[in-house]
């Protein structure tokens, strides 16, 4: 398996640098299960009848990025990347014409974007935006459900990996 360079999270950091040592080391934990492995072993499903597959879990993660940072918190009038209301699970599903290069560029933009986003603003700052329910998040409840949120995918692209090659690994 090809490495990936990961950040240890610090174990003394003030909470904000925690939080965003945790989601940054979560995020690199993702694409390192993906590196070295070809457009066609990126779309390899689980198991039936399951259709999850690395690169939908990557595409998934970058509209769920774009919709907690971009659209919740900074409030921007933006679509989702991938699905719809006419094809909700669009992020997973994957076509030949879906290409690891392309998916890689779309995620790292929807990172650097969340990053944009909440910069300057302090864990207590609630969303400019509101989920269908009307809610205010602060940034801290954001950054601390990334974590969650790459830490169950996490789960499922080890499983992912092991069943395409065998790699095992943190």
């Known amino acids: 398996m090809t490495t990936v ?3 240890e999270p610090s174990t003394t950091a003030a909470e ?3 939080l965003e040592g945790w989601l940054d080391y979560h995020r690199e934990t993702l694409i ?14 689980s198991a039936e009848p399951s259709s999850l597959t690395l690169m939908g879990l990557v595409r998934h993660l970058a509209d769920v990025e774009r919709w ?6 900074a409030g921007e009038d933006i679509g989702a990347l991938y699905y719809s209301e006419e ?18 560029a779309d995620w790292r933009c929807e990172v ?3 990053r944009q986003a909440a910069a300057g603003l302090g864990l207590d700052d609630l969303s400019a935006g ?12 954001i950054i601390t459900h990334m974590i969650e949120e790459y830490a169950r995918h996490n ?15 943190e």
């Open 16 to 18: 904000r640098d925690m």
């Open 5 to 7: 360079e990961r950040t």
């Open 112 to 114: 650097a974007a969340a």
């Open 130 to 141: 509101r989920t269908s329910g009307e809610r205010s998040y602060n940034l801290r409840w």
């Open 87 to 104: 094809d909700p699970d669009g992020d997973f599903r994957v076509t030949e014409e879906v290409t690891w290069d392309r998916t890689l």
């Open 68 to 73: 907690w940072f971009r659209q919740v918190m």
């Open 32 to 45: 390192s299960k993906c590196a070295g492995l070809s457009d066609e072993q990126l779309r390899t499903a």
């Open 155 to 169: 789960g499922h692209a080890d499983l992912l990996r092991e069943r395409i090659d065998g790699a095992t690994g």
